[in-house]
T-cell receptor, first 113, second 110 residues
Framework: NAGVTQTPKFRILKIGQSMTLQCTQD?????MYWYRQDPGMGLKLIYYSVGAGITDKGEVPNGYNVSRSTTEDFPLRLELAAPSQTSVYFC????????????FGDGTRLSIL | SQELEQSPQSLIVQEGKNLTINCTSSKTLYGLYWYKQKYGEGLIFLMM?????EEKSHEKITAKLDEKKQQSSLHITASQPSHAGIYLCGADPSGYALNFGKGTSLLVTP
């Protein structure tokens, strides 16, 4: 019962460094999402994908990039990390059909210093 | 865009007490999702409501969607420490991704 797996769980970066947050799911879901969660602010959508090879911007895409080469994986890339990107990042996936719930990973806690 | 407002922002209740969390939408809801987040962990799906007047229950948690489909409530009966966490409502206006409220933080004291 792996579901949605995110790695790493914690990371500290220096300003200007780059890194990739990994997300993989084993439910054969076409839809995948990246959110960030800041204290008291709920979740904001960064990018989403409706299937392999298809990605689109969400509400807060600046400073991030994604790719979707396989159904299972949806990595999130941070280029030139900035303190404003300190946050908790969640990956989610859902199956086809109306009103299917999203399934979330446990999150990656990222600090930019 | 669809805005979701949750109230209260935070709640401290004594174990055994009942409580209600509200989620109000700026537009008609065509699907309202409730999630629970334990502190420091991911989101767990609780329930999804779609029809006006719909009510669903799971263990001691009951969620309702009003007839006008612009407000939902989450009611917990006889709260327990295991109910503590952040409760978030989410709606899907686009058919692709969820908009979330800012969450309600619940603490249950002995």
């Amino acid at each position: 019962n792996a579901g949605v797996t995110q790695t790493p769980k914690f990371r500290i970066l220096k300003i200007g460094q780059s890194m990739t947050l990994q997300c993989t799911q084993d439910m054969n879901h076409n839809y995948m999402y990246w959110y960030r969660q800041d204290p008291g602010m709920g979740l904001k959508l960064i990018y989403y994908s409706v299937g392999a090879g298809i990605t689109d911007k969400g509400e807060v895409p600046n400073g991030y990039n994604v790719s979707r080469s396989t159904t299972e994986d949806f990595p999130l890339r941070l280029e030139l990390a900035a303190p404003s990107q300190t946050s908790v990042y969640f990956c989610a996936s859902r199956g086809e059909g109306d009103n299917q719930p999203q399934h979330f990973g446990d999150g990656t806690r990222l600090s930019i210093l | 865009s669809q805005e979701l407002e949750q109230s209260p922002q935070s709640l401290i209740v004594q174990e055994g007490k009942n409580l209600t969390i509200n989620c109000t939408s700026s537009k008609t809801l065509y699907g309202l999702y409730w999630y629970k987040q334990k502190y420091g962990e991911g989101l767990i799906f609780l329930m999804m409501l779609q029809k006006g007047g719909e009510e669903k229950s799971h263990e001691k948690i009951t969620a309702k969607l009003d007839e006008k489909k612009q407000q939902s409530s989450l009611h917990i009966t006889a709260s327990q420490p295991s109910h503590a966490g952040i409760y978030l409502c989410g709606a899907d206006p686009s058919g692709y991704a969820l908009n979330f409220g800012k969450g309600t933080s619940l603490l249950v004291t002995p």
